[in-house]
């Protein structure tokens, strides 16, 4: 059984930084891409960045590029994402994903087969 353990949310104030983790736990599996998606409450899960195992391709949404980077950890076969400057619009439940399938789509969440527990994330005024 494979997991993706994330880690590394809570409070802070805007123009603030955070940085997230997310680690494979259990049998290693192969990644066409990994990624991280966020909800807001009474909000649809939206796509905030990902990174193509082979080459390190990194894909963002408009409002977080400059802010946010996406990076592997090939030790633990996962990834990291450093948030700074985050803003109050940020705030939400922040997941980690990966697409062992190939199904190549990075900024699709129907393309990702592994999720994460999720993460708060929030962004006090």
């Known amino acids: 059984q494979v997991q993706l353990v994330e880690s590394g949310g809570g409070l802070v104030q805007a123009g603030g930084s955070l940085r997230l983790s997310c680690a494979a736990a259990g049998r290693t599996f192969s990644n066409y891409a990994m990624g991280w998606f966020r909800q807001a409450p009474g909000k649809e899960r939206e796509f905030v960045a990902a990174i193509v195992w082979s080459g390190g391709s990194t894909y963002y949404r408009d409002s977080v590029k400059g802010r946010f980077t996406i990076s592997r950890d090939i030790a633990k076969n996962g990834v990291d994402l450093q948030m700074n400057s985050l803003k109050p619009e940020d705030t939400a439940v922040y997941y980690c994903?990966?697409?062992?399938?190939?199904?190549?789509?990075?900024?699709?969440?129907?393309?990702?087969?592994?999720w994460g527990q999720g993460t708060q994330v929030t962004v006090s005024s």
């Open positions: 994903a990966a697409d062992t399938l190939q199904s190549k789509m990075v900024t699709y969440y129907g393309a990702y087969d592994k």
